[in-house]
């Protein structure tokens, strides 16, 4: 038996172990102790007070995050610029389209246009409106696990998708 101290080395922490290595056949490895020491890089109070309070809030925490947002508006705008592309291309809008809601209400006459295409035959440009609005405002922020009131009523149970089933609506029109 081989006792090893192994030690991470990181930026901003320092882990290590104790371990019992195995050096003959039918002894078992085992961890004697481990832990790790977090240390802040920054002198900001928050983040030092964070730290010294034990919570996880860290500076690369609040990185990760701005990047996450920084990547998904990127994504959104490829996302928008290829169906335009292809919009464009296919004949459903002219070159010159340039699609922006305009006024109060236009976002709810997209809606009920959406709703509209449902049941009814709606022209190739008012397809390409729609289209477009639903790569805008595609996905939601799901209240499934969420136990307050005053964050929204849930859309996506099985209740709910049964009566739409029953009444013949679309999600828009309910």
Not at 51 to 69: A, P
Not at 83 to 109: C, H, M, W, Y
Not at 135 to 163: C, F, H, P
Request: aromatic share 6%.
């Amino acid at each position: 038996m081989k006792r090893v101290l192994g030690l991470d080395l990181g930026t901003t922490s320092i882990g290590w172990a104790v371990v019992d290595q195995a050096t003959e056949p039918g002894e078992a490895s085992n961890i004697i102790k481990l832990g790790v020491r977090v240390n802040p890089l920054s002198t900001d109070t928050n983040e030092k007070r964070n730290f010294e309070e034990g919570k996880s809030i860290t500076t690369t925490s609040e990185r990760t995050l701005k990047r996450g947002m920084r990547r998904n508006l990127s994504r959104y705008k490829q996302r928008r610029k290829y169906l335009i592309s292809v919009l464009k291309r296919e004949g459903f809008i002219p070159q010159d389209f340039v699609f922006s809601e305009q006024g109060n209400a236009s976002t709810f006459q997209t809606y009920r246009l959406r709703a509209r295409a449902a049941t009814d035959e709606i022209s190739l440009e008012e397809l390409a409106r729609v289209l477009l609005m639903l790569n805008k405002k595609r996905g939601y922020k799901s209240n499934r696990k969420t136990n307050d009131g005053e964050q929204g009523q849930l859309v996506d149970g099985m209740d709910i998708a049964m009566k739409l089933y029953q009444d013949g609506l679309t999600p828009g029109q309910y």
